[in-house]
Nanobody, 117 residues
Framework: QVQLVESGGGLVQPGGSLGLSCAAS????????MGWYRQAPGKQRELVAD???????NYADSVKGRFTISRDNVKNTVYLQMNSLKPDDTAVYYC???????????WGQGTQVTVSS
């Protein structure tokens, strides 16, 4: 069982920045693919950014050049730095972990990001 705890959401003005963190309950990076998803009101949950099995990063077209996913293997934490935020980025952001061996999927509780003036 893996527990994921997100933090760092909040209210920010358009053009501003926010950083999200996702702390995993144990060292999982070696067998889990990690990523960030978001869900806006009335819309389906969508991928924002993740690490591929090869360790490379992958971004949704809508956030390329503005968001950066990173991780700290010692702290078992994945980060999402969000710059040049737009109102369309408003959503609940979820951390995601997928066991690449068993296929088990884990989600964090979600953190609200609101971009508004």
């Amino acid at each position: 069982q893996v527990q994921l705890v997100e933090s760092g959401g909040g209210l920010v003005q358009p053009g501003g920045s926010l950083g999200l963190s996702c702390a995993a309950s144990k060292n999982i990076f070696s067998i889990y693919a990690m990523g960030w998803y978001r869900q806006a009101p009335g819309k389906q949950r969508e991928l924002v950014a993740d690490f591929t099995r090869g360790g490379n990063t992958n971004y949704a077209d809508s956030v390329k050049g503005r968001f950066t996913i990173s991780r700290d293997n010692v702290k078992n934490t994945v980060y999402l730095q969000m710059n040049s935020l737009k109102p369309d980025d408003t959503a609940v952001y979820y951390c995601n972990a997928v066991n690449i061996v068993t296929g088990a999927v884990y989600w964090g509780q979600g953190t609200q990001v609101t971009v508004s003036s």
